[in-house]
Structure formats: C-alpha cells, structure tokens
C-alpha cells in the first residue's frame, strides 16, 4: 500500500518537479538525471506530510553529523514517482537510493542487475539487521538474497469510519460483508456516501480486492498467483471476490463519482471527515494525514477502525492483514562507489534513528523497529498504534499489496482490469481470465 501504495499517471511537470525538489545540500559531480544536481548522492522520495518532512529532517540531521557525505532529496507525488522511477530505473539514471515497496518491483529490478546485493553488508552488521522487524525482510528478499533496507513502518490497510455519523444512524461499524450491504442501505437513505473511494488511483480500489480474496479464498489463493502456479488467477474465489465488488457498485456503495476521485489529492480522505462519506477502506498512513488535515477529527475523537469484515462460508482468518510490511531503499547499481557508500552510512546511521522513530509514532505510525511498545503505550495516538501493532504482529497472515508482489507488467495489467471490474466494463469471470493470462509476465 504504503503505504501504501501504485503506478501511473503522466509526469509531473517540471515546474511541479522543481517545487517538490529539496535539496538537503551541494557538493560537486552528478549522476546523471537521477544524480544530486550539485553532487553527492541522490534519492527520490514521496511528497507529503508528515513524511516529507521527517525524511527530510532525518537527511539533513545525516549531513550536518556526515559533511563529507552529501545527500539532495526530490520529492514526487505517488503515482507519478511509480511511474517515474521504472523509467530512470531502466534508462539507468535512478538516483542512488532507490524507494520503494519491495516485492515484484524490486525482483525485476534485482535480476536485471539495477539495484545493489546488500546480503554481505547486512551480515557484516547484524545489529542493524536485528533492529527490524523479522518479517519487513521477506519483500526486501530476491533468490534467499537481500537487496533492500526495510524501513519506515508496517502499513496494514485499515477500515476507518465516521463515529459521528455513525451514531446518527445507531449503527455499529460492520463485522460482516451482510452487515456491510446493510450499512450501504442506511446511509444512502441518510443522504450519505457509505464508503468514500479514491478509483482514478486504482491500488485504492485493488484493496479491497485484497481483502475480499484473503476472506473468501484464504491466503493460500494470492499465494498460488504469487508463485506462477497455471490458472491460479481461476480459482473460484477470484470470481467471487468480482462479484462481491459488482454487488456493492450498483447499490451506490461508493460516493459518486468515485472513478474520477485521485488518492493524491486527499480528496477520499477529506470525505470521511467532513461526513460525505460513513467509511473508507485505506492505509493505515491516511491516519497521520488526517490528524494533521482533518480539522481536528482525529484529536476530537470522531475516527473509528476496525478489521475487515467477514463473509460467509469464507476460508480466511479474519486476523488476516493486507497491506504494506514496511517500505524499502535499495542502492542503485549505477551509482559511484563513493554514492554508494553515503548511502549505506545513511542506512545505517540516519534513516532510523531515535528522532525518527519518535516522528513516525508522533504522526501515529508504527515503526518496524523492535523494542518500542513503551513509546507506543505513552502516544497520544496509543489507541490506532496498537490496534496497528497487534493487526501487523498477530496476523496469521499479511499479504503484501498486489501491485508491489506482482511484477510491474502484471501490476500494470492488474490495476487496468481493477478499473474496469468497478466500472462494471467486465465481468467478474473476464477479469479472472484476463489476469490469468498475465501469469508468467
């Protein structure tokens, strides 16, 4: 997710590009495109509060204690960074930390040789790779190799509701798909949205495809896509997890106009806390965006989260998380070798510090760092970090979101087919064959 979450739209403009761009200092020499405009080494990141400004204040804090190691950060909205970085990747002028999610995307960039084999400089510091949590290694591995570092924080996706608008109708948040169809009656009749949905994004859309899958097939479905098996996207649960989705469409489950609604723009957000919408499916990141945008709804007490509900006759645990086990960097294999090592002393010594750590909790994430229930108990936030903390620690199950575990061709492939699933273009039963036909790819 996190992130989420995935891949798309145009470039931004380079006006847009220059406003986003920060640079954290200068030296001499460039990389290239990908490269620091006054030397050092580079790295792309998202755009965003409060992100944005942690990573930027962790780079900074790096340079100030590091002068011979320069680091410039740019700044890119997330669908438009998933576009842009494949492009650098494959033209070989990325910049020498590359983000990411792990999973597929980084497999394709691993075997093609892009990115760095981090293997032998984790076993040389085994202090760093003990600080994380033991599964954020799982999507940064390729072939029993490693070629990311985990960091940040786990990001389940989470049911978010409007408690407000939810004790206007006297209804509680729903524990199952039957209770769902209810509530969609109930605040349609209210004149209200039931769930606020981001589609012109996509991999907000796909996430309920996740969910849906997991509760009705069992995680044993998405693994056997994962894996290549023939006809894995055919199984029966793939179909009825469409079906599900066509359900809810044309009982106007979704606001209006949801195709041309944009993640990026906080849009989907902004409905849930001002009251046009009763729910929303999301990251577990949109919590800090909207404690800092939401005009006080998430200090007032008005957010609620619960799991994903339940359906009947469904295989999967409904422990079972999806979502983001952590976000990634890599190192460019194109970088310098003096790039390369700013960038793993970054790693080591300012990506994750104790002032960043704070910062996450701060902003109500739950960083992938052992050892730190203590500051989550003390949080303001403790409530959603813990329910975050024991989603991500006591699922029987977290599957990482489709568009990262996927290659980027069958990601692509996925979300165009997501799209037009919601739009109600296909059938369920066309959209299991068409992503069946994407296996291998």
């Known amino acids: 997710m996190k992130q989420f979450q995935s891949s798309r739209r145009s470039l931004l403009p380079l006006a847009a590009l220059t406003r986003f761009a920060v640079m954290a200092t200068a030296a001499c020499g460039t990389s290239g495109p990908g490269g620091a405009a006054g030397g050092g080494a580079s790295m792309w990141f998202l755009s965003g509060e409060p992100n944005q400004t942690t990573i930027q204040k962790a780079v900074d804090a790096f340079v100030s204690s590091n002068p011979d190691n320069k680091i410039s950060v740019t700044y890119f909205q997330n669908d438009a960074f998933k576009t842009k970085i494949k492009t ?43 600080k994380f949590f033991p599964s954020s290694f799982g999507a940064a591995t390729v072939n029993g190799k490693i070629y990311a570092l985990p960091n940040q924080y786990i990001a389940p996706i989470v049911l978010f509701y409007n408690k407000e608008l939810f004790e206007k109708a006297g209804a509680q948040p729903p524990k199952t798909w039957d209770d769902v169809m209810s509530l969609v009656k109930t605040f349609n009749d209210m004149g209200v949205a039931p769930f606020s949905l981001g589609g012109q994004s996509r991999w907000t859309s796909m996430m309920w495809l996740q969910y849906l899958l997991d ?33 809810l469409v044309p009982a106007d489950g979704f606001i209006k106009g949801f195709s041309s609604i944009t993640a990026d723009s906080k849009a989907d957000q902004a409905l849930l806390f001002t009251g046009k919408a009763a729910m929303m499916l999301h990251g577990s990141w949109t919590y800090g965006a909207m404690k800092k945008d939401g005009q006080n709804f998430v200090q007032d007490g008005k957010l609620g989260f619960v799991g994903f509900p339940t359906l009947p006759g469904g295989k999967g645990d409904p422990k079972n998380g999806v979502g983001n086990p952590a976000q990634y960097m890599s190192i460019s294999a194109k970088a310098t070798d003096e790039e390369k090592e700013t960038a793993k002393k970054f790693f080591k010594d300012g990506i994750m510090t104790d ?38 620690k006591n699922a029987p199950n977290f599957q990482q979101s489709w568009d990262q575990a996927l290659s980027p061709t069958a990601a692509e492939a996925l979300l165009n087919n997501i799209d037009q699933l919601f739009l109600k273009s296909i059938t369920p039963q066309q959209f299991a064959e068409n992503m069946n036909a994407t296996l291998g790819k």
């Open 215 to 247: 509760r009705i097939g069992g995680p044993e479905v998405f693994k056997a896509i994962f894996e290549g098996k023939p006809n894995a996207w055919m199984d029966p649960a793939v179909a009825e997890t469409g079906a599900k989705v066509q359900e």
């Open 88 to 130: 650098a990747i494959g033209a070989g002028q990325a910049p020498t930390i590359v983000y990411g999610w792990g999973g597929g995307t980084l497999k394709t960039y691993a075997e093609a040789e892009q990115v760095e084999d981090l293997t032998s400089w984790f076993d040389a510091n085994p202090e760093l790779k003990d």
């Open 355 to 392: 002032t960043v750590i704070d910062a996450y909790i701060n902003s109500g994430s739950v960083p992938i760092v052992n050892g730190i229930e203590d500051k989550l108990a003390s949080s303001e936030d403790k409530d959603f970090l813990n329910f975050v903390y024991d989603l991500g």
